[in-house]
């Protein structure tokens, strides 16, 4: 069996496995826009939904080499709004690696859709990290800070609020000059919905119902935030990966740190960790929303990179673990 036999009927998106920075496979499947028959490219823009959190939490690190920041700085002393009822001592580390217990305004341990939020609060207004505060800020903490690891979306809007707090601009302009562009990833952005740039797919949703599939505009933020909502390419994903373990976008020892498990044993900084065996770990980011499923991993021992999107939200999850069987056997 060959990598395409795996592709199942009516994937859309793209896929991408390179070895030792050879080509194994690459294609793409399916229509970036559905009802004019637009086909997805290899060069489309895909939304990648929480991927993005992998970006800045290297703007963090980078800040944190550069001496603007430190792992044990208080979001007291960065953030100037009123926290409220959120820990003031609640600290980058802790941020990064998903123990702050801050409030999650999105919290996947009991909400299964991520369009719930936009039932009485319009998605249309959440085009800076900023606009999503009303969605958490009058929420208590949902445990004590540091007490455990806790996926929360909330630590990285705030972490994206600290990049412009730090450098003076927003967290996507500061992620494209420091990130995107020296990684000559030049198809990659937070780009609003109803300012879409060419090459973008739309992503759609089935509507059970209906039988037909809707795009999800109404379904997710407009623009991306601190929590994710990047668009990208599968190529732009290979650039990322090369510089970033290379040492271009950080020093190898902060690598380390970001690759090392972080009070979990599933987490690094802002990026997840698969388990091979006692000591060893190989990275991947992923994100999912409404229409969006992105996975992207890395074999550090054998330089395989595997990367799957679709705008379909078909599952990539099972597609990288057949990936992964079939370069094993």
Known sequence: MEIKDLIYENFNGCISVRKNGNIIFQNAYGYSDLPNKIKNE??????????????????????????????NDCICDILDFDLKNIDPTITIRQLLNHTSGIPDYFDESIMEDYDELWID???????????????????????????????????????GLIIEKTVGIPFDEYLKEFIFEPCNMLN??????????????????????????????????????GAGGAFTTVFDVEFFWDCLLNGKLISNEMLDKMLSVQNSEFYGYGIWLDKVNDGKYFPHFEGCDPGVSFISSYNTEENISITLVSNFQDDVWKLRQGIQNQLKD
Not at 59 to 71: P, V
Not at 140 to 153: D, I, K, L, T
């Open 42 to 71: 290899l060069d489309t823009k895909f939304a990648t939904a929480s991927a993005g959190k992998v970006f800045v939490a290297v703007g963090i690190l980078q800040l944190i080499e550069r001496g603007k920041l430190n792992f």
């Open 121 to 159: 609060y319009p998605n249309y207004k959440i085009r800076t990290s900023e606009d999503l505060l009303p969605l958490f800020i009058d929420k208590p903490m949902m445990y004590p800070a540091g007490e455990r690891f806790q996926y929360n979306n909330t630590g990285f809007v705030v972490l």
């Open 188 to 225: 990659t952005g937070y780009y609003e919905l109803d300012r879409l740039p060419s090459k973008c797919a739309n992503s759609y949703i089935f509507d059970n119902n209906r039988k037909e599939f809707y795009t999800n505009i109404y379904s997710v933020d407009v623009k991306g935030t």
